[in-house]
């Protein structure tokens, strides 16, 4: 059973950072792609960023240059690197997991991921 863990959300101040992990177990974690999607109260759920297998990185314009990606396959955990945090980046930010091992490719669907995490909370206070 594959589990996705969120953690690192909190309430910050405009201008802040934050860094959210997530925690996988079930499979083996370096061969599948991981993203961090959210969602905004009233909102559809959004693509935030990806990280796929093999360490590339795509993100949503949205967040480019402010947020950072990455991975530690070692630890089985990605990471969502904030800064120059704004209030419009508040939202439940959820990492997610795709079905098949070794893809490529900017993974910015919902419908590309198969395991989702429970969410955490990222309020940015103006």
């Given at each position: ?37 959210r969602?905004?109260?009233?909102k ?81 206070s103006?």
């Amino acid at each position: 059973q594959v589990l996705l863990v969120e953690s690192g959300g909190g309430l910050v101040q405009a201008g802040g950072s934050l860094r959210l992990s997530c925690a996988a177990s079930g499979r083996t974690f370096s061969i599948y792609t991981m993203g961090w999607f959210r969602q905004a109260p009233g909102k559809e759920r959004e693509f935030v960023a990806t990280i796929t297998w093999s360490g590339g990185t795509y993100y949503a314009d949205s967040v480019k240059g402010r947020f950072t990606i990455s991975r530690d396959n070692a630890k089985n955990t990605a990471y969502l690197q904030m800064n120059s945090l704004k209030p419009e980046d508040t939202a439940v930010y959820y990492c997610a997991s795709t079905a098949s091992a070794y893809s490529s490719g900017s993974h910015s669907s919902k419908g590309q991921y198969a395991y989702w995490g429970q969410g955490t909370q990222v309020t940015v206070s103006s």
